[in-house]
């Protein structure tokens, strides 16, 4: 009942964010040329910098001879150099130091990745001294990078939206997505539609990577219908003889949450569904019945997420009644 994941999952490695994100980039390079370049366009839109036609190295670590940086991608007349903090802030000494890693490309970017963007004194002294050197210097949040790359892919590009739902998980399930707890998950949910309401819960395959949003939508007909927040989220497998319930790494469920696994195990091939075996269940408390509608042409496709703070233009409810009824005051597109 293992995920099966594109990106490594360490449990030690300070870098591991950075080698992600540089394998992120290196696949979508090798996937379509000419949409790399469209995102790195748009990553930089603010930087005055190009990609020329020759082949890009890409780098997980650099020693400078003062520190290490976490990565780069490089080309003769081009560095791009990449530094991660999973925490509170960059350090001005290990950036000045980092600045050793360029030359003598034409155009020279750091890329400053952190799970926050937040106005600092130490970003705008460390822009000051890049500047001297002609090395211009970019600050990203993890999600501006999954939501770049997204703007950048079409519906067909299946394989490169595979990998960055499996990105997006990944810096979700380590907290580099603080907007998690604003986000709401929605998937389509047409035929079990009216099980999903009845028992507070969505299924799916273990191995697709969803991000840990606080709230679940069920979508069905052009429209959020209901609205729950999860509470647990089960990779199980479900025996209906004995009416047990063998959960991932032991994980606690109430009577109540088992039966209701069960229950909608029992429903499932009527929508012709086996959830059986290698499913992961999202468990709410309950379902509140909203109508957040979507107004522009055509269905949705597989799921998407919303960040509710955005779209209500304010705070979040503080429970999903009053999130149903601010939800029923707006559409979406």
Known sequence: MTD??????????????????????????????????????????????????S?????????????????????????????????DGFDLDQL?????????????????????????SILKDIGLKADKQSIQVSYKSFEEIIRIMRECLSDHDEEMTALVNDYES??????????????MFVPTCGASFQDNLDFALYYCPVQYSRRKAKYLGVYSNRSVRAVGEIVKIVPCNINL?????????????????????????????????????GHKFFLCERMTTTEFRKITPGPLRGFCYFDLEKELGGKVPDNTEELA???RTHTWQ
């Open 4 to 53: 099966i994941h594109y990106f490594p999952r360490y449990s030690q490695p300070e870098n591991f964010a950075t080698n992600n994100t540089l394998l992120l980039l290196l696949r979508l390079n090798q996937y379509n040329r000419f949409k790399f370049e469209r995102f790195m366009e748009k990553l930089c839109a603010d930087q005055d910098f190009q990609l020329s036609g």
């Open 241 to 277: 003889t004995s009416n047990e319930v063998v959960t991932a790494d032991d994980q606690k469920l109430t009577a109540s949450e088992k039966e209701r696994i069960i229950a909608a195990t029992r429903k499932a091939p009527v929508h012709d569904y086996d959830v059986t075996v």
């Open 55 to 87: 082949w890009l190295q890409f780098s997980q670590q650099r020693g400078t001879g003062k520190s290490v940086l976490d990565g780069y991608i490089s080309q003769d007349s081009l560095k791009i150099a990449v530094e991660t903090k999973r925490g």
């Open 325 to 327: 009824s601010a939800l």
């Open 170 to 183: 990944f810096c979700s399930e380590w907290g580099l997505l603080p907007r998690d707890r604003y986000t």
């Open 96 to 120: 000045e130091r980092h600045l050793g890693v360029f030359g003598t490309e034409q155009h020279k970017l750091l890329i400053l990745l952190s799970p926050t963007l937040r106005n600092d």
